[in-house]
């Protein structure tokens, strides 16, 4: 049990950077999980993946935004290889399942990092929910069980995550996102969906989702142009 697998990296960064490898934390229950936008991230025994690998990007992180959404990537390719085909991403690092998410990434780091950064990167996804757990997020949820009907083994599917993560940082620490940009684009719930998009300001925006930039920023076009926007939450737009 652990408080978070996040925050036992940040923690113990130094200790695994000395050694050179890619640490994995994986945690059977979270006491004080984290999720987005300082939200909490319930999870409860046994009904969850939870865990944070560390790694060493060997270049100073230009786009971390970006990083996350070639997580997401990873985690898509291999629900679908799964044959789990109607698992989406929503911009920028929810996977869904018909509008009700039942995973979320979080990445952290020290962005002053000057010759490499180390990023950890923080999964977590939803086997079995527990009811009175669904009840305390603000939003829709779901779970693997409601969306396959069966309970699927937690360590295989740790396993092919890490398997694809490894390969698909590399990817992207020799490319940058751009390879991964298309395929993104297809697993996103919203694309060329008229959407509202909540900024922290509380303004909302307006417009069609005409995919992401490289920087992993979401562009919309809006009655007054084409905009790129590095934060907020999507929602889509009531029909008129
Ligand atoms: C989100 O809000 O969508 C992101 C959720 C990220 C949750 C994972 S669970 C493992 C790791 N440790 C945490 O405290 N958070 C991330």
Known sequence: MLD???????RNKSVYLKHGTIPVIVSELQTKGRGTSNRNWFSNLGGCLTFSILWQYKHKIQHLPSLG???GVS???VFRNLALTSVHLKWPNDLLYKNKKFGGILIECNTNEQISTAVIIGIGVNFKLSS?????VDYAVTDLYEITGYMLDRNQILALFLIELRHVLNTFENYGFHVFRNEWQSYHIYQGQNIVLRLPNRLNVEGI????????SLTLI??????NFNVGEISLRAKS
């Open 4 to 10: 978070s697998t996040n925050s036992y990296l940040i």
């Open 69 to 71: 959404l070639v997580v």
């Open 75 to 77: 985690l898509i390719r």
């Open 132 to 136: 009175n757990l669904a009840s305390l």
């Open 209 to 216: 989702v005409d995919g992401v930039q490289d920087d992993g």
């Open 222 to 227: 809006t009655s007054s142009g084409r905009k």
